[in-house]
């Protein structure tokens, strides 16, 4: 499959701001991918957007003021990789020839409640609804039979934390140390608080065009190329033990059509909703072994610097924040200004194969997901 | 762009059926499409579900019983074209190389009222809430000042009726009279209850492939092709007079991506929410002059057997009924049939050229639309 280019991004901060309309987030991140693409908005010949709460016509609702409507508009649903499943339909259209560059736009505004009823977003404790954490802490228990320990998990949050720091687009910036983590408020043992991403209010969106399209905007910037996507749906919890058998087969689907292996990847933005899946998601992966997972994170490897892969150095979900359907693309966001070298004190150096990686699921029936990898190259 | 093949369609009754879940509903149209294909599930690679009323997740959760979550599935909403706008992405998948064969479901299950709030579903009197039959009643207005009449508009909902009758998928299927359609409860004059469509609960499937497969498939049996796809957003108001310029766009696209023109056009299934729609779609498709639509009907044109495009010969959303998310692939289902000389009482005799018409709004932005357009052959 031929490559396209990620001609430009944009994301507004990432935290709660329910005095901002969706209309308000969606146009600051609009804006700013249009301006780093170099692209008038006459140029979108199709937008794509991925929202999961707010009800039905969001796409149209919220480009209208933009001017972007009249072309077509594709709302996707795909639970928290809403997003990055909307960047592979944006991406089908460009491969069939339907249009030459299309926009990507994930939107979310928990703290209004405008939206739908059926997510239980009420209880301040969980960041995804009441299940999820009970449910990670099943998965997180397990490991720990088999030798991870507390301290392990925790560690997890205390490096997301610490490149969020350097993320001006983050919900979370004050620093944490293990010790805060495991004394925060217990969610479902041994998940704490800390382990948990917050729900956030938020918008990023992505110019996408083909590669020779995005060659003409380069203007001497490294150009970006999307070389893999994939999707999957699956079982969740058909191994305790793993995250998902659904990041296994899409990862390698993904790796497969990039001509990559895990061993090439620099740097990846992961689904770390809490802080057992970013150490189950590096082995499934394939960052590490399988069962090594604690080992990595407690060895630096993932943080900047680590010399491993670094994982999530915009401070991942669990804090630079989960307005659900906003991740996605914002994940695609933070790997572009890394492999651009635009990612300042959080940057990775010589990163050139970077991959991005997203979850999602329904809180009343968690056995149906979606996985969804990206493998961005420069 | 290279044909696709529709291989197979399938889809319950449209009808109020409170009692059946959407799994259900769902159930019986997948099953049906892949018999009809002679395709097994494991032949599935990918399925996109067109719904707007149920939760985030819907689709996993209306296909896991059936063994088709595991391959990608993802969930498209674009209010009442959502299964024609998830048909374009599922032909852009098998376009771009991403699938050979792969599966398009639309439902809607309104009666439950399991789904999101936002759309004012609880006004008998409105098909698609309050609005909508104000709107296309001044649209009304504007065109009995140049000649229509209230006749003419209660003809239409008379032949689709008409046509219905000889539908046994059809949510209505007695008989009515112009006088029953003017007698019927005004509903916002000149708009009567009898020319507004019915919310029904249903579901629809298609079985979309490569013509290759398709050609494996036929069995000896004509190939329905796929042979254009158009998508578009708009303003719906720009003009009183016409039902949106969005149609006029669309299917413009979507005829010359096919290569035929509106003379061409045998049979097509129209967005015919209100009687007033179908008399301006007609206009806007290119079946008669503009200003001509009520003439149109009125001579019987429009009618099976009337010479000119035979128009909603499944009944049309006013008598097939008007599932939302599973209207769309319920047209491409009766128009597949058509095609096939496998519609019994309803046959369009000697149809080689068909499309679909679908559009969609939301009713608290009754600016922003929606409007697919898909031509098929034989």
Request: glycine share 12%.
């Amino acid at each position: 499959m031929e490559e396209l280019a990620v001609a430009g991004v944009g994301m507004t901060r990432f935290t709660k701001q329910p005095e901002r309309s969706p209309e308000s987030l969606v146009g600051e991140a609009v804006r700013a991918a249009l301006r780093d693409a170099g692209v008038a908005r006459d140029e979108i010949q199709a937008s794509f957007v991925g929202n999961v709460q707010l009800t039905a016509g969001t796409g149209q609702r919220v480009l209208k003021d933009l001017g972007l409507t009249g072309p077509p508009v594709i709302n996707v649903e795909n639970a928290c990789a809403s997003s990055t499943t909307a960047l592979n339909e944006a991406a089908m259209w460009i491969h069939a020839g339907m249009a030459e560059t299309v926009l990507v736009v994930g939107v979310e505004s928990l703290s209004r409640h405008e939206g739908v009823v059926g997510l239980n977003l009420d209880d301040p404790i969980s960041g995804m609804g009441a299940a999820w954490p009970a449910m990670y802490a099943l998965k997180a228990r397990a490991k720990m039979e088999q030798g991870l320990t507390v301290e392990q998990l925790a560690l997890v949050a205390v490096k997301n934390r610490r490149h969020a720091m350097a993320n001006p687009y983050a919900h979370f910036r004050t620093p944490i140390s293990v010790s805060d983590v495991l004394a925060s408020r217990p969610v479902a043992d041994p998940i704490t608080l800390l382990q948990c991403c917050p729900r956030s209010d938020g918008a990023s969106a992505v110019v996408l065009t083909t590669l020779t399209r995005g060659r003409e905007l380069a203007n001497g910037r490294p150009i970006v190329r999307l070389a893999g996507s994939a999707l999957n749906s699956g079982v969740l919890n058909d191994q305790v033990e793993r995250a998902s058998d659904a990041t296994v087969r899409t990862s390698r689907l993904a790796y497969e059509r990039a001509g990559i292996g895990p061993e090439d990847v620099d740097v990846c933005e992961v689904h770390d909703a809490f802080t057992i899946g970013e150490i189950l998601h590096c082995e499934s992966l394939g960052f590490c072994a399988a069962g090594a997972g604690g080992r990595y994170v407690e060895a630096g490897k993932s943080a900047l610097g680590g010399g491993g892969v670094v994982v999530n150095p915009s401070g991942g979900l669990l804090s630079r924040g989960h307005p659900l359907g906003a991740t996605g693309t914002a994940q695609i966001a933070e790997l572009s200004w890394q492999l651009r070298r635009e990612a300042g004190d959080r940057q990775v150096e010589g990163a050139r194969v970077a991959v991005s990686h997203t979850m999602g699921g329904t809180v009343y029936e968690l056995e149906t997901n979606v996985c969804a990898v990206h493998v961005l190259k420069v």
